[in-house]
T-cell receptor, first 114, second 111 residues
Framework: NAGVTQTPKFRILKIGQSMTLQCTQD?????MYWYRQDPGMGLKLIYY???????DKGEVPNGYNVSRSTTEDFPLRLELAAPSQTSVYFC?????????????FGPGTRLLVL | QKEVEQNSGPLSVPEGAIASLNCTYS??????FFWYRQYSGKSPELIMS????GDKEDGRFTAQLNKASQYVSLLIRDSQPSDSATYLC???????????FGEGTQLTVNP
């Protein structure tokens, strides 16, 4: 199993540009999450999904959109990039049961908005 | 008030010593607690989970939970230079699957 994969690994955007960060998991997890991590800080939840077709806002959703058309994929969309969105973005997935709720993280996407 | 607070660090210990990492949380109903390790430039990886009051040991790692005090800690015995990383405390919400992370404590183990 590849686990959680993310593309691209690194991207430079100009202010106002848009892009989609891709996330795919092959563990058949029903829950998926998008976090951002600013330097020296913890993880902030942007959006999450409890299954295909269901998404909900996290702590810092402004400026982002998501969709979940399949169990495997959970892309994150930035419509109008701003310097404040410079960060490292992590996608994660998990089962929903109490005994198997570990969140597994992808390798991250580093985004620089200039 | 932050929902999950960790000792600010950075924390530096000599090789072979015990490293103690602390975390407090505000949601009294939380039942699931996690410690993640994050090497510089890498993604977080789970090293311990704990659900009941008391101690849980896994090799050189011991997680301690005290729900009455809303306190969870991680002890690393016989610290090794390879333990040098940032340790993130995470608390699962009372209902649902979302985690709230602390800001992390950077640990350096000096040879």
């Amino acid at each position: 199993n590849a686990g959680v994969t993310q593309t691209p690994k690194f991207r430079i955007l100009k202010i106002g540009q848009s892009m989609t960060l891709q996330c795919t998991q092959d563990m058949n997890h029903n829950y998926m999450y998008w976090y951002r991590q600013d330097p020296g800080m913890g993880l902030k939840l942007i959006y999450y999904s409890v299954g295909a077709g269901i998404t909900d806002k996290g702590e810092v959703p402004n400026g982002y959109n998501v969709s979940r058309s399949t169990t495997e994929d959970f892309p994150l969309r930035l419509e109008l990039a701003a310097p404040s969105q410079t960060s490292v973005y992590f996608c994660a997935s998990s089962y929903s049961s109490v005994t198997q709720e570990t969140q597994y993280f992808g390798p991250g996407t580093r985004l620089l908005v200039l | 008030q932050k929902e999950v607070e960790q000792n600010s660090g950075p924390l530096s210990v000599p090789e072979g010593a015990i490293a103690s990492l602390n975390c407090t949380y505000s949601d009294r109903g939380s039942q699931s607690f996690f410690w993640y390790r994050q090497y510089s430039g890498k993604s977080p990886e789970l090293i311990m989970s704990i659900y009941s009051n008391g101690d849980k040991e896994d090799g050189r790692f011991t997680a301690q939970l005290n729900k009455a005090s809303q306190y969870v800690s991680l002890l690393i015995r016989d610290s090794q230079p390879s333990d040098s990383a940032t340790y993130l405390c995470a608390v699962k919400e009372t209902s649902g699957s979302r985690l709230t992370f602390g800001e992390g404590t950077q640990l350096t183990v000096n040879p």
